[in-house]
């Protein structure tokens, strides 16, 4: 077999492209959650501390 055959047949080839699909669309997705955890960061903090406030502030009635 000479050497553009094999190149042609190599470059028709196509069964690792899902692979790389899927680890591109993997590795996107982390990253938007990593970019959005970072951006959230110091508000989920005080977001916490108001739940919390508010939930101690409730009662919770026994009786019916």
């Known amino acids: 077999m ?6 042609k047949r190599f470059l028709a080839s196509d ?4 692979t790389v699909d899927w680890v591109v669309l993997t590795a996107s997705v982390v990253s938007l959650v990593l970019v959005a955890m970072a ?3 110091g508000q989920m903090t ?3 501390q108001k739940t919390e406030s ?7 009635n026994t009786t019916f």
């Open 39 to 41: 951006g959230l960061k």
């Open 2 to 7: 000479t050497v553009f055959k094999r190149s």
């Open 54 to 60: 508010w939930l101690s502030s409730q009662s919770i």
């Open 15 to 18: 069964e690792g492209a899902v």
């Open 46 to 48: 005080s977001i916490g």
